[in-house]
């Protein structure tokens, strides 16, 4: 009786993947330099724990001011202030700017102490000279505070999610981490892979070739090694093995012992001298043998010891495709990585995009995918300062430069960051939320902008995002659907221990504190504007009044950590926050009340698996137990 395996029950190619899927090559995460973290992908969710920039700079060339000191110049009745210095990038202050006075100032340069605003050097003129500077300068142009100044944490706040899980990193994320700091980041493991080539005809390359003999070299060894290290495993090669059953057995067990899955090419067809199966039979288990595929029948799926097993067939085509078609993408899965695609896409605009300046312009765009599973294509622009804008962007749009707008429904070619770059799963925009970033770390692949409530309600009429996240009563009128909301408290923020007794706004209103506050799109600094306006009917005052009264009071930071974190510093004696982030970061925190979050759904997207997998998880998680001042509502 002849002992060769036949392929009598050859199964469906359905069959294969789900007996590959069921293999475990995943191994576990690990911590790598960053140097070594490009092409990675990130095993959890990176926080920034610093302001990027760390500190409040000019943007551009000009003179530090008091914005209160230019109200009312203009090129007619220009207003005179004192030059008292200078201040260099790189260089500390070592001026303070008082009432009429200004300081020159670079680009990138930490304001000075005293200074809120920088007015252009071209709206400027410099006035008198009675030693090594001009006595003066003399400003054509009013300046309200905050204007030309970069704010700390304007490009990414700290406290912010910088970058989620399952993130491969490119250079462009490799920059942000830069510039938070990060010296290793935690990655998925790349799954090693164990390659063994059998047959005694093959001849490693570089090796003398006896072609009377019948040899060959041995293709696919390399080709499959490089497959392995293309779907972001890491591929190692071990000796040749011919047909001989103890040599073969030898070699298969020792990749087993080292490596997550082990591949063999050849030795699966239905010869006498292919001993391959039964190795695995004998030492391991043998879940399939054979594939009604063309080409590449001959396919073996197995486990040795604690290893997982396939065998490809011996031809270098068959090999590589049933690798390509069957292995590659259980490999990539096992590393965190998404299917390839095209370098290029083709999608149509969301919204209107005007564009007048005569240049070629590179856009910065990300996608979204449409109600009717159409690619849509957004812009992507936070100033040419801002690393998040390419973490936020998935390729470039080019535009021509006669091109003046490009309109919404548009078709635009994007040029890709990478071949692999996917759409979201879910595009979600407006009010940064400690729970919200739990939640969005349970997502496949979501993509989150962290551009407050107004703005995120804007955008949603405008039919970019899948969802907005509002935080607070915001007044906007746009059609959505609520799939979820959760209550979170708030308060002011204040010193350890609360030295400066604090007890409410009103403490905030009657006496000379520093405060930090939220910039205006944010949903907390609605709650807050309304919690004051509460207090000035109470004293029969318009709410202008008592914001005036607040120091620091228009000056709004970007992340909902932000003033926390200037509290912590010792930079100011209050500022609005939220109790999780006093408790984190070891601070006082005055209550006063609680905001709902909701999550508001564009109509025509409720059913995208992204949205309806968000709905689910607000519904059904227990996010919300571990927060401090959080509510399930």
Known sequence: MSDRKQFRDLVDPAVAHDAIDGLDLAPDPETVPLADARGRVLAERVDADLDVPGFDRASVDGYAVRGRDTFGADEADPTTLALIGDVHAGVEPDVVVGDGEAAEISTGAVMPDGADAVVMVERTETVGDSGDRPDGVAVRTAVAPGDNVMLAGSDIAAGSRALGPGTRLTARDIGLLSALGRDAVPVRGQPTVGIVSTGDELVRPGGELESARGQIYDVNSYTIAAGVEEAGGEARLYPHAGDDYDEMERLLLEAAAECDLVLSSGSTSASAVDVIYRVVEERGELLLHGVAVKPGKPMLIGELGDSAY???????????????????????????????????????????????????????????????????????????????????????????????????GEEVEVRLFSPDVRAPTLLAAGEDDPALSRLLDRLERPRFLPVGSREGLRRLSNAVPDVAIVAGAVERDVDSVEIGRWEREWGLVVPEGNPAGIDGLVGLVDRDLAFVNRGRDAGLRGTLDTALSAVATDRGVERRELVESIRGYEIGTKGFESPARTVARGDADAGIGLRVTAEALGLGFVSQGTESVRVLANPERTDKAGV??????????????????????
């Open 310 to 408: 396939v065998g490809l067939p011996g031809y270098p085509v068959s090999a590589l495709t049933i690798f390509r078609t069957f292995v590659a993408p259980a490999i990539r899965d096992a590393a965190g990585l998404p299917e390839p695609q095209t370098a290029t896409v083709t999608g149509r605009m969301a919204v209107r995009e005007r564009y007048s300046e005569g240049r070629l312009r590179l856009m910065p765009a990300g996608l979204v995918t449409g109600a009717d599973g159409e690619t849509l294509v957004y812009p992507v622009d936070k100033g040419s300062g801002a690393t998040t804008s390419l973490v936020e962007a998935d390729g470039v749009v080019a535009v021509d430069p006669d091109t003046e707008y490009l309109d919404a």
């Open 612 to 633: 309806e997998e968000l709905r689910d998880l607000i519904a059904e998680t227990d996010v919300f137990e571990s927060l401090a001042g959080y509510e399930q509502a």
